[in-house]
Structures are given as C-alpha cells and as structure tokens.
C-alpha cells in the first residue's frame, strides 16, 4: 500500500485505478516470493505451466462429471474454504483468479497487470477455475455433499 | 458426457462463488489508519499539484479499502481480534436488510440458534432483544471469523443483529456509556446506529436507525431479565 502511495507520481489520468493499484501488488508480491525463494529454493515463477498442465491432464474431465448441481455444492462453501482452496492453487493461477473473477477486471485489464498475453489470461482463468473445482470437490465428498462415483 | 451447456454453468457457478468473495465484508480499519499515516506523511506541495493528485488519490484509497483487503485474504493472517468498524457493521446492516443471498428465514430466536448451529458449529447463543420480531439469519465471515447476523424487526423498523466471539470481533473506539447498568460501546455511521454490548465472552451488536438508546434498552432488557 506504501508503495502505491509512494508510487503515486507513476499514475496516469485516464488509467483504471484498481488495474494500476493491483500492478504494485502483484509486483510488491513477486518481489517478496522471489526474495524468499532465492533463500531457499529457486524457482521460477512461471514453471507453474507445465507442472498444472500435467495436473490438469491428470483429472480434468473426470472430476467435473460428479458436479450434479453446481451452484448448490459452491453456495455450501464459506469463503474460508474458498480462500483455502485458492491458496493451493499456483501463485499466477491465483492471481489471474484474483483479478478476473474476484476483483472483476476484464481479460485486457488483467493482462496488463499480468504482462502476459489476453489469451493466456483466459486459458488461465479456465484452467484454475477447473483446479479449484478439484480442490472443492475433494472438500465436498469429504463433508457427504456429493457421493463418490466410481 | 458432458455438453457445452453444462461446462459453461460450471464456469458461471465457479465465477459466481468467486466473485462473492469481494462482496464479503472485510474489516478495514487497520488499512484506513494506515493509509490516513501514509497521506498525512506526504509533503506539502504547491495547490495545483495537490489539486492535480487529489482525484487519483481518492480513488486509490478508495480501491485500497477493497482490493487490499482482498489481496490480504491471500497474503495476510492476524490471530488479533477483528475491529467491528462503523463501516463494517453499516455494510453487513446493508446487505442483511437487503436480503443478501444466504438469508435464511426464522421465526424466532430457537429456529434462528438452530440455523446458525447448522452452519456454525460453536456458535455462541443468540440473545433475544426484547419486542423484536426475528426475520432472517445467516453466517458471515469477517477476515476469516465467523459471525452470526439476523434480521430483526421492532414497529416496522429494521435492526440487525451481530453476534460474535469476543476474540474474533471487538467494537471500534466509540462513546462508552451504560444503560440499566448495562454498560455498552456506541457509535454510528450516517444515519445507522450500532450499539455493542458484551456478555460472557461474546459480543452482540445492533445496528439500525434507531436511536442508540433504544438499541441498547433491547439488549439490556433481555440481558436483565435472561
């Protein structure tokens, strides 16, 4: 927030003040990820791709077949379980979560704070909704809200 | 197997649910205090310039209010109390007198104890302010807590009532006064009152327009006479 408030003389008349102000988070947030991961482990920060693309592989298609009645199971949720199911996901496909359906930006805006392409947005948006349908799913048949199909 | 149809009301349910999150009440006033340090630590500058920045400013702190607190859902967790800030209560008195999406009609204080129990398992038990009549209730979450909110009515007058645990939602600084003895926090926000009262370990807010006096009477009759 200090750093938006720091940054003020960056921000330009005309400019959509959330997608301005959700740069600096993103960018205050990767700055301190890759401060810790260079005292652990480094990663990068987009490896992501290819480790929930295998992910992806392994359960879409399966998985969203047991949702009978989706808005019922979703609306069980509270929004604890729903923040701890975005906290498993990979930071940019949280992030891309974050700012198309929870801050609604469009798939432009979001780009932008991204700096990556409209289309990875998208396919980003969609592959992380379905990742966290797994992970909702799994709390779901635990708690008897859906029965296991084999 | 699946058709289109179907894949495209997962992908609306999941945006749904999702965009709730932003909706969810979130208690800012750790952010406003720092952010009113922060604007009062910027320097003086000359008229124009202030006046040049001042819309964008606005309109920072406005979205920091909003999206920072949502941000902190991610990055963010604090074993203290959550402060009930005017504006949260006003926001959740809002949003239950509208009929928010997961209201639950009730008839009277049992039915509304059961549903929350439902939904919340250690829920501490409702009071019964006197005179008022039980509309509705639900479970929210404020940073995590949870809290229990219910619709009220007295004389066609619409009260909302906020129950929590004393270590998960504290009241905002306010005028400490007492009524029947009953000492209780006020404070307001516009036009809603909200008075807090604390009774073993929990904390019941009512917030309406109605005066404040009035409000806390509800609580103390009940408390006297339970």
């Known amino acids: ?150 | 197997m699946r058709t289109d149809d179907f894949n495209d009301r997962l992908e609306q349910a999941t945006r749904a649910r999702l965009a709730r999150l932003a909706t969810t009440p979130q208690d800012t006033s750790r952010l406003e205090r720092q952010l009113e340090g922060a604007m009062t630590g910027v320097r003086p500058a000359p008229a124009s310039r202030v006046l040049r920045w001042w819309a964008p400013l606005a309109g920072v702190a406005a979205v920091l209010l909003v999206s920072a607190t949502i941000g902190g859902l991610f990055l963010v967790s604090n074993d203290a109390p959550v402060v009930a800030t005017s504006s949260l209560l006003a926001g959740l008195h809002h949003e239950v007198t509208g009929g928010g999406p997961f209201s639950i009609p009730v008839a009277d204080v049992d039915s509304a104890n059961h549903e929350i129990a439902t939904r919340w398992s250690n829920a501490p038990a409702l009071p019964n302010p006197a005179d008022c009549e039980f509309m509705s209730c639900c479970v929210h979450e404020v940073e995590g807590r949870k809290i229990a909110c219910v619709l009220l009515r007295l004389r066609g007058k619409s009260v909302t009532m906020v129950v929590a645990n004393s270590k998960d939602l504290t009241p905002a600084d306010g005028i400490e006064t007492t009524t029947n003895q009953h000492p209780y926090t006020r404070y307001a926000k516009g036009d809603v009152n909200m008075v807090c009262m604390q009774k073993n370990g929990t904390n019941v807010w009512l917030v309406g327009e109605l005066p404040h006096e009035e409000l806390a009477q509800l609580l103390s009759k009940e408390w006297t006479t339970s």
């Not at chain 1, 003040?17 to 947030?29: D, H, P, S, Y």
């Not at chain 1, 992910?55 to 077949?65: M, R, V």
């Not at chain 1, 969609?126 to 008897?144: C, E, S, V």
Request: charged share 35%; aromatic share 6%.
């Open chain 1, 1 to 150: 927030m200090l750093k938006a408030m720091k940054a003020i003389d960056s921000f330009q008349e005309g400019t959509n003040v959330k997608a301005w102000l959700m740069t600096i988070l993103r960018r205050t947030f990767i700055d301190r990820l890759r401060a810790n991961r260079s005292r652990q482990h480094e990663v990068r920060l987009d490896s992501y791709d290819q480790v929930e693309g295998r992910e992806e592989a392994a359960t879409s298609g399966q998985l969203d077949d047991r949702w009978d009645n989706p808005e019922k199971i979703l609306d069980q949720f509270e929004d604890k379980d729903m923040v701890e199911a975005l906290k498993t996901l990979p930071d940019e496909i949280r992030w891309t979560l974050l700012l198309v359906d929870i801050e609604q930006l469009d798939y432009a805006g979001a780009a932008r704070v991204l700096e990556i392409p409209v289309g990875t947005v998208k396919s980003r948006a969609h592959r992380g909704r379905g990742m966290l349908r797994d992970r909702l799913f799994t709390k779901a048949r635990q708690r008897g809200w859906v029965e296991s199909k084999a």
